[in-house]
């Protein structure tokens, strides 16, 4: 059974950092790309930062541009997010998802598999 479990969230005063990891059991998923998206109040799930299955390549959204890093280990199954400079906005449940059949990033929501439950990350001002 395909597992995946994030943790570091919290609240937080704008300016500060995080950082998110996601461990995946039941399977490996080093040949998969793997990606962080994030859901506010009322709103779509979108996508934050993606990372191919070798780790080279990754892909983040314009709104975390430059502030987010994303990175695997795949010896370890686990992805991480490191968030800094966050702000208000980036106020959300934060989910680490696993692409259903490719390496290669994708920031379509569709397209990922695998899920994790979510991990809540406040950021007041």
């Known amino acids: 059974q395909v597992q995946l479990v994030e943790s570091g969230g919290g609240s937080v005063q704008a300016g500060t950092s995080l950082r998110l990891s996601c461990v995946a059991s039941g399977r490996t998923f080093s040949d998969h790309a793997m990606g962080w998206f994030h859901q506010a109040p009322g709103k779509d799930r979108e996508f934050a930062a993606g990372?191919?299955?070798?780790?080279?390549?990754?892909r983040y959204a314009d709104s975390v541009k430059g502030r987010f890093t994303i990175s695997r280990d795949n010896a370890k199954n686990t992805v991480y997010l490191q968030m800094n400079s966050l702000e208000p906005e980036d106020t959300a449940v934060y989910y680490c998802?696993?692409?259903?059949?490719?390496?290669?990033?994708?920031?379509?929501?569709?397209?990922?598999?695998?899920w994790g439950q979510g991990t809540q990350v406040t950021v007041s001002s």
């Open positions: 990372i191919s299955a070798s780790g080279v390549g990754t």
């Open positions: 998802a696993v692409h259903g059949s490719s390496g290669t990033i994708s920031s379509y929501p569709s397209n990922y598999a695998y």
